[in-house]
C-alpha cells in the first residue's frame, strides 16, 4: 500500500463528517441479518445539527471521490447529503473538501452498499441518487437498480421517495427502464440522451458532473437519465 494511500487513511480518521464502521459489526449476526448502526434514525442530530429532526436526507450511492455529493449540497443547503462509497482513499477527498469548507450538510458513509440498511431508519431518506454506478453486464441482482437492491432502499426511503440514476450505460438505463416497468413504478424522467436533448430534467441534473460524467461527454459518449417513484 502507497504512503500516500496510508496518509489519507490517516486523515480521514480525523474527519469528523465522515462514518467508517467496522464491517464485523455490521456483519455480527450474519449477512441476512445486520446489526443496525446507532446512527440509524439519528442522522439529523448526531451528524446534522442544525436545523429540523425530519429534514430531509439524499443520499448518493457508489459515490466515489464526492464530488457529486458536494456540488448537490452546496446548490441546495435546505437538505442534507450522504455520499456512500466503500473506498476509503476516494472519500478522504469528499470529506477533506467538506471539512476545510465547513459544509454543514454533507457527510461521507464509508460502507458496502449491501449493508445500508442498517444504517437508515424506515422513511429517514427522501431521494437516492446512483451516478455512473458498475453496469455489472455479468450480474443483474448486483447492479444497483435491480429488484434485489430496490427491495434494500423500500426499507428506508419515505413514501414517494425517488431515485435518480444518471449513466453511460444503455445496458443499465435499459435495464433499469424494464425493471420499472416489470414493478409498476411510476417514472418521473426519462431521457437516453441528457445534452442532446430538451427533456425537462429536475435543478442540477445537467449541471451537476462527475469526474467520470466529465470525461464520457469529452469522448462524445451520451449520458442517460431517468427518475423515478420507488413506493
Same mark, same amino acid.
Given at each position: 500500500?502507497?504512503?500516500?494511500?496510508? #496518509?489519507?487513511?490517516? %486523515?480521514?480518521?480525523?474527519?469528523?463528517?465522515?462514518?467508517?464502521?467496522?464491517?464485523?459489526?455490521?456483519?455480527?449476526?450474519?449477512?441476512?441479518?445486520?446489526?443496525?448502526?446507532?446512527?440509524?434514525? =439519528?442522522?439529523?442530530?448526531?451528524?446534522?445539527?442544525?436545523?429540523?429532526?425530519?429534514?430531509?436526507?439524499?443520499? %448518493?450511492?457508489?459515490?466515489?471521490?464526492? /464530488?457529486?455529493?458536494? !456540488?448537490?449540497? $452546496?446548490?441546495?443547503?435546505?437538505?442534507?447529503?450522504?455520499?456512500? !462509497?466503500?473506498?476509503?482513499?476516494?472519500?478522504?477527498?469528499? @470529506?477533506? +473538501?467538506?471539512?476545510?469548507?465547513?459544509?454543514?450538510?454533507? @457527510?461521507?458513509?464509508?460502507?458496502?452498499? *449491501?449493508?445500508?440498511?442498517?444504517?437508515?431508519?424506515?422513511?429517514?431518506?427522501? /431521494?437516492?441518487?446512483?451516478?455512473?454506478?458498475?453496469?455489472?453486464?455479468?450480474?443483474?441482482?448486483?447492479?444497483?437498480?435491480?429488484?434485489?437492491?430496490?427491495?434494500?432502499? #423500500?426499507?428506508?426511503?419515505?413514501?414517494?421517495?425517488?431515485? =435518480?440514476?444518471?449513466?453511460?450505460?444503455?445496458?443499465?438505463?435499459?435495464?433499469?427502464? /424494464?425493471?420499472?416497468? @416489470? $414493478?409498476?413504478?411510476?417514472?418521473?424522467?426519462?431521457?437516453?440522451?441528457?445534452?442532446? &436533448? !430538451?427533456? &425537462?430534467?429536475?435543478?442540477?441534473?445537467? *449541471?451537476?458532473?462527475?469526474?467520470? %460524467?466529465?470525461?464520457?461527454? *469529452?469522448?462524445?459518449?451520451?449520458?442517460? +437519465?431517468?427518475?423515478?417513484?420507488?413506493?
Amino acid at each position: 500500500m502507497g504512503h500516500d494511500k496510508l #496518509r489519507r487513511f490517516a %486523515e480521514n480518521e480525523t474527519f469528523s463528517c465522515l462514518l467508517q464502521p467496522s464491517a464485523s459489526d455490521v456483519l455480527a449476526e450474519g449477512y441476512f441479518n445486520l446489526t443496525d448502526h446507532p446512527v440509524k434514525g =439519528h442522522w439529523n442530530g448526531k451528524f446534522f445539527p442544525q436545523g429540523a429532526p425530519d429534514r430531509g436526507i439524499v443520499l %448518493e450511492l457508489g459515490c466515489g471521490k464526492g /464530488e457529486y455529493t458536494i !456540488d448537490l449540497a $452546496q446548490r441546495d443547503p435546505s437538505l442534507n447529503y450522504i455520499g456512500v !462509497d466503500i473506498k476509503g482513499a476516494r472519500l478522504w477527498k469528499g @470529506a477533506k +473538501y467538506a471539512t476545510e469548507n465547513g459544509l454543514p450538510n454533507v @457527510a461521507f458513509l464509508r460502507t458496502r452498499i *449491501e449493508f445500508i440498511p442498517a444504517f437508515f431508519a424506515p422513511g429517514e431518506v427522501s /431521494e437516492i441518487w446512483l451516478t455512473f454506478s458498475d453496469p455489472q453486464p455479468k450480474s443483474p441482482n448486483a447492479r444497483l437498480t435491480s429488484p434485489v437492491f430496490l427491495d434494500r432502499y #423500500r426499507k428506508f426511503l419515505k413514501p414517494g421517495g425517488i431515485v =435518480h440514476l444518471k449513466t453511460d450505460s444503455v445496458l443499465l438505463h435499459e435495464y433499469t427502464r /424494464e425493471v420499472c416497468a @416489470a $414493478q409498476g413504478l411510476r417514472v418521473l424522467c426519462c431521457t437516453d440522451d441528457l445534452y442532446g &436533448s !430538451d427533456a &425537462s430534467v429536475p435543478p442540477g441534473v445537467r *449541471e451537476v458532473q462527475t469526474f467520470y %460524467e466529465k470525461m464520457f461527454l *469529452e469522448k462524445g459518449s451520451k449520458i442517460t +437519465y431517468m427518475s423515478f417513484v420507488l413506493d
